[in-house]
């Protein structure tokens, strides 16, 4: 130990200074278990004076004694010499277990020792927890049978579990971690309960339809987290345009507005990967005329970044046990691959790739719509020249009034200057340049 460059770097996150044993010192010793670890030097003042300390057998083993019984751990306590004085040194490790004082827990922030309170003491004992890996005194009778089967059937037909009819419910839930000790798992009851809100109440999915500022259709999606998955993408498919291309002379294709398979990875994502111990908020899907918005509570977990996202990467889920089912009944085909699945999708289907964002303490994914789409456009009232300016554009880059005047013939350049006008309006196209020598651009 090197104390003298203690005493010149003073106090911070693992060390601090009293002169005496008194209560905010048994305080940072909390503090120091439930943060990185630390030492306390007892017989110096704050600005790093020494005073010295009573190293006698009695007051340390007072304080060895208080520290056992009223926190339960086990510090490492001596003395030493200082300038002709003795320090009292307490080397505390930092604690697998929350450690409380007097009842209360503390935590160190830089050189001050701290309570922890409200829903940090919450997220503090839970922390290296898996929420779907709690259990609670569940009755057996909360599964739905019915909804249990089912997924033992797609389970089965997918290869990824195998089962016989001598296997009881009890028992097919022991082998797949979803009953511990006799007591069912949160994954069990949000997996396959008859009523899982009855428990988590906001763990469900909205769907919101904008159709303009002010008129929002609001769908709620309860029940297990495999029926909220298939309502939900319904819910959301009522909500979107579907086209149809005829493919020979017997088939015809559903040309969606976002192909079902990114609606699908981006629903199941949200579903599987949100933060249930923020019990707060739903899961959220808010659907607008030019894109789709889908929004789960929980930021990215286990060290992820967008960046690394979008790459291959392993694996890393805050809740094994919810993942490990979606993937056995078959709506999961690989784990860690559902970003780069949504993204290829998008792009086959001539959309640009999602954006990911962290906000709102969650984790969001947009996708744009085509609004350059004729038929979208159609739909928004626009005529068949202001279409044709469009779909020169998408084609040319740019366009002139010498353009437009070309391709519309019969109209005259001021019917056609505001058509142009609508489109800026509609932010649909910008327009470059003065008036002589304007183009126009998408926007």
Known sequence: MNFSKILEEGEGITVEFKKSMNENGFKTVSAFSNTHGGTLFCGISDSGNIAGFDCSDEPVRTITNKIMDKMGIHPSISCFDW??????????????NPISYNGKYYKRVGSTTTGILGDELRDFFLRGSNWDGLTSEYSLDEIDEESFQRFIRRAVKKGRLVTDDTEDIFEILLRLNLLVEGKLTNAAIILFGRDPQKYFTNALVRVLRFKDEISVSDRRVTGNLFKQAEE??????????????????????????????????????SIVHRDYFKYAIQTQIKIFDDKIWFFNPGELYGGMTIEKLKQPHPSSTRNPLIAEMFFKAGLVEVHGSGIRQMTKSLKNAGLSEPDFMEEFGGFSVYMQKNVYDKEYLKSLGLNNSQIQAVSYIQEHSSLTMSDFLRISPGINERTLRRYLADLVDKKLIIAIGEKKGRRYELS
């Open 83 to 96: 300038e002709g004085k003795k320090i009292l040194r307490i080397n505390v490790e930092k604690s697998p």
């Open 232 to 269: 939900a993408e319904e819910a959301i498919k009522t909500s979107l345009n579907v086209k149809f291309e005829i493919k020979g002379k017997l088939t015809r294709d559903e040309v969606w507005d976002y192909p079902l398979e990114a609606i699908r990875e981006a629903l199941i994502n």
